[in-house]
């Protein structure tokens, strides 16, 4: 049964940080290419950051300079570090694990509120 548990979520206050973390089990974590995507109410989800197996990153261009996205293949888990948080970036976060057309899973989400 494969699982991805995202933790980390919570309110924080405008230009302060929050780690969010992804915890896999059930499948093979290093051959996967690991992505955070968001929410927000009335929204499309939209992609936020993606690492692939070879740790190279990419950033939605609002989040850049702010978000880092990481990997650790021996815990299974991929961490979001999101620092300089602006109220634009509430919204339900979520883990996705994608292995090329062979198999994608998401996470249940996590709740991220910027506000004062």
């Known amino acids: 049964q494969v699982q991805l548990v995202e933790s980390g979520g919570g309110l924080v206050q405008p230009g302060g940080s929050l780690r969010l973390s992804c915890a896999a089990s059930g499948i093979n974590f290093s051959m996967y290419s690991m992505a955070w995507y968001r929410q927000a109410p009335g929204k499309q989800r939209e992609l936020v950051a993606s690492?692939?197996?070879?740790?190279?990153?990419n950033y939605a261009d609002s989040v850049k300079g702010r978000f880092t996205i990481s990997r650790d293949n021996a815990r299974k888990t991929v961490y979001l570090q999101m620092d300089s948080l602006k109220p634009e970036d509430t919204a339900v976060y979520y883990c996705?694990?994608?292995?090329?057309?062979?198999?994608?899973?998401w996470g249940q989400g996590t709740q991220v509120t910027v506000s004062s």
């Open positions: 690492i692939n197996r070879f740790h190279s990153t």
């Open positions: 996705y694990a994608n292995r090329a057309s062979l198999a994608d899973y």
